[in-house]
């Protein structure tokens, strides 16, 4: 399968990637991070070879060991960090709109399902202002947002706060939902350039002892 890799101005190519992988979602093997950038971490996306998670392009964010040591948070990075190459969710929510705003839910909803039936997308401005969040359902509007009702600030979690403030662009927590009233792991990424991005992306799955 060819994937499209898209931005804000059109198609810039098309990525080819497997059918299955480590996890069953369809997306490329990740056993290693991606690391090839410079400490700002610019460019966001670089082109090149050689890595396991993403063999044609590279997302410039840097997990900790410990997230890649747990198979859960990593499941959870690798089904994020492709979904922010194929989808653009930099460039899509750097220039969000009110038309647009319906086929954004959209793909984070997409994203979600991607990990498990309760899987939760929450997107963020910079400050912690909530865009999307995938649990609140019919609540995600553009109205909704501009009032910011969907969900109260999320710049405290300790996942969106550690990929907006930390250079390596990427946190991870296990914490009880005060949302869903859940326990929940989660991975956020920032959403470009450290100190210059659109905000964050977080994916969480419930955890709950079998």
Not at 75 to 86: A, H, M, P, S, T
Not at 104 to 110: G, S, T
Not at 175 to 191: C, D, E, N
Request: hydrophobic fraction near 30%; charge should be neutral; glycine fraction near 8%.
């Amino acid at each position: 399968m060819a994937l499209v890799f898209r931005t804000g101005n059109g198609v810039r190519g098309v990525i080819a990637h497997s059918e299955n992988d480590d996890h069953g979602h369809g997306y490329n093997r990740c056993h290693n991070p991606c690391n090839p950038c410079n400490p700002c971490n610019k460019p966001y996306i670089v082109s090149g070879t050689g890595c396991d998670c993403c063999p044609n392009f590279k997302l410039c964010v840097s997990p900790d060991p410990c997230l890649m040591s747990d198979s859960k948070f990593k499941e959870l990075f690798c089904v994020l960090k492709d979904g922010i190459i194929y989808n653009r969710f930099d460039t899509l929510l750097a220039n969000l709109t009110s038309s647009s705003y319906g086929a954004f839910y959209a793909l984070c909803v997409a994203l979600a399902d991607k990990v498990a039936p309760e899987g939760r997308v929450v997107v963020t401005l910079p400050d912690g202002t909530v865009v999307v969040d995938t649990y609140q359902g019919a609540s995600n509007t553009w109205s909704n947002y501009q009032d910011k009702s969907i969900n109260e600030n999320h710049n405290t979690r300790v996942a969106i706060f550690r990929s907006q403030y930390e250079q390596c662009g990427v946190g991870h927590e296990r914490k009880l939902s005060s949302t869903t009233w859940v326990m929940q792991k989660s991975v956020a990424i920032r959403l470009g350039e450290y100190l210059n991005s659109a905000g964050s992306i977080r994916l969480s799955v419930d955890d709950v002892p079998l």
